[in-house]
C-alpha cells in the first residue's frame, strides 16, 4: 500500500520573489496565531511544513501558495529533531487546556519565587545549589544547607520552570481538528502540518524570541510592523536537505538557475520541479 505521506517537508510561499529569498537567506521564523478556543489565544514562533504528496496538495497550495522548498524530512528530524514535530490534532480542547493550566502554573510560581527570594535577599542569606531527580542544578535561596522546607521549595518550583518548555512544547505542536482560514472553517487535519518551534526567550542575533499569549499582545506587537517575521531567527537551507524546489511554470526555470549560481548551489538546478496540478 502507498503511504498517503511523502519523505519530503514542504514549505510553501506565495511568490517567486519568495522562494527565492528562502533560498538565499533561509526558512524565517513568523508568527502563527491560535484561536484555540473563546478564552485560549496563543501566538507562536514557527515554521510549517506539511508532508502532503503532489498529487493531493492542490487546495494547501491555493491556500497558501504555489512555490515550495521541499526538504528532507529524515534531514530535517536528524537535524531539528528537539525543535521539529508533527503537529497533534485535537477533537476536544481539553489536551490543550490542560497544557495552559500549565502555563498559568508556571507564571503563580515565578510571582512567588520572585517573592520568595526578595525575603531572602533581604534577610542577608545566601544562594544554594540542589541537585534534582533529572539531574538538573538548580540554584537559589534556601535559607540554611540543613533546612529542608527551603530546600523542597526550591526544588518546587525550579522543577515547574524546567516543565514549561514541556507544556509549550505541547501547545506549540497540537491544534483543534477544525480550525478557520480567511473567515472559512475547514478540516485542519487534512493540512498534514509539521512545525519548528523556536522556543519562548530563545535567544539569537540580538533578538528574543517572545511568544504572546493575548491576542491584544500580539496585535500591539504587529501595529508597527509590515509582517509577522521573528526578526534574527532564520534557518538556513542546506544544499543536502533539499528534494524539490517547486516552481509554477517552465520559464521561472532559469530565473532559479540563475539564483542558484549567486548562491553556488548549481547542484540543485535538477531538484527544480514545474508543479502542474
Keep these: 500500500m502507498r503511504n498517503s505521506h511523502t519523505g519530503t517537508l514542504f514549505h510553501y510561499t506565495r511568490t517567486l520573489e519568495s522562494l527565492s529569498s528562502i ?17 485560549i489565544f496563543i501566538a507562536i514562533p514557527m515554521v510549517s511544513f506539511c508532508d502532503i504528496p503532489f498529487e493531493c496538495c492542490e487546495e494547501h497550495r491555493e491556500k497558501y501558495g504555489r512555490y515550495a522548498i521541499g526538504l528532507n524530512k529524515k534531514w530535517m528530524i536528524d537535524s531539528y ?15 490543550i487546556r ?18 520568595y527570594e526578595v525575603r531572602k535577599k533581604a534577610a542577608g542569606e545566601e ?25 523542597k521549595v526550591l526544588l518546587a518550583m525550579n522543577d515547574l520552570f524546567h516543565a514549561r518548555e514541556y507544556a509549550n512544547y505541547s501547545l506549540g505542536i497540537t491544534k483543534n481538528y477544525t480550525s478557520s482560514h480567511n473567515g472559512k472553517d475547514f478540516c485542519a487535519y487534512d493540512e498534514c502540518e509539521w512545525r519548528i518551534l523556536v522556543p519562548e526567550d530563545k535567544e539569537a542575533n540580538g533578538n528574543t524570541s517572545k511568544w504572546f499569549w493575548t491576542e491584544s499582545d ?9 509582517n509577522s ?3 534574527g531567527f532564520t534557518f538556513p537551507v542546506e544544499t543536502e ?16 538557475t540563475s539564483v542558484l549560481g549567486e548562491i553556488e548551489m548549481q547542484s540543485l538546478a535538477d531538484k527544480i520541479k514545474v508543479l502542474d496540478v
Design 229 to 231: 517575521f521573528l526578526d
Design 23 to 39: 533560498l538565499k537567506e533561509g526558512l524565517r521564523v513568523s508568527y502563527s496565531k491560535e484561536r484555540i478556543s473563546a478564552d
Design 241 to 256: 536537505s533539499v528534494d524539490y524546489i517547486v516552481i509554477q511554470s517552465e520559464k521561472e526555470r532559469s530565473l532559479i
Design 98 to 115: 490542560g497544557a495552559w493550566r500549565h502555563h498559568e502554573n508556571y507564571l503563580k510560581a515565578d510571582e512567588t519565587l520572585k517573592r
Design 127 to 151: 544562594k544554594i545549589k540542589v541537585t534534582g531527580p533529572s539531574g538538573i542544578v538548580y540554584e537559589g535561596y534556601a535559607g540554611r544547607l540543613n533546612n529542608k522546607e527551603d530546600c
Design 81 to 95: 529533531g528537539d525543535l521539529l514535530s508533527p503537529v497533534h490534532y485535537v477533537l476536544r480542547d481539553e489536551p
Design 218 to 226: 500580539y496585535n500591539a506587537w504587529r501595529s508597527d510592523r509590515e
